[in-house]
């Protein structure tokens, strides 16, 4: 195996181990062959550790996905309620490749973003030839790195909006990961601007 499809591996024990197939509503034998195929064309690449395995809304819906993070067992949560948090979809031009899952590399929180309201931070991001993080991928780094909003920073997700322009956050709060949404033209002292370099479906592996 290679050190990306090693990684990967470890990714999916966990959101195994955190019940995904539950919310899933499906085994985790089945669950866990949903992520197969990407995982094997994985191991003939040379990605490297900086990834996040990311399963797509329509086999986990990301509603009920913020109480499986947790830090210092303390759980993550949120005040929004569902159908709120299932309002925040992916903005044209970031949409995530087709699968039950994808990969998302170079993860970052977005620390030099930091203090930038939404839409300043997404003309920077976009002159920086990034991609900014959808909801979806937020929750993976979460799950996936918690560790991230305590040695870095909060961040706010620009791949993803609701109809009434507010884009949603996961930042520390009462000693948890938290989400929540923010306005376009706020800025918050302790949120980033979280980012990628590129997305990658099993299609583009062939």
Known sequence: MSKASEEAQKQLDRIVALGYPDVADMSA????????????A??????GTQILLVPTRELVSPESLIARTSINRMAGFTTMPPRDIASFLPQDGFEPPEGPF?????????????????????KLIDSDERLPLTL???????????????????FNLLGSRSADGRVPSIWMSQNAPRLG??????????????????RRGVSLFH
């Open 29 to 40: 034998a089945a669950f866990r062959s949903l992520a197969r195929p990407l995982i094997r």
């Open 42 to 47: 994985l191991e003939d690449c040379d990605l």
């Open 102 to 122: 994808y990969l998302v590399v170079e993860p970052h929180t977005g620390t030099c973003y930091i203090n930038r309201e939404p839409d300043v931070a997404r």
């Open 136 to 154: 979806e991928e937020g929750l993976a780094i979460a799950t996936q790195h918690p560790e991230w909003l305590l040695e870095k920073n909060g």
């Open 181 to 198: 949404a923010v306005w376009p033209n706020s800025r918050h002292t302790w949120l980033g601007n979280a980012f990628c370099v590129s």
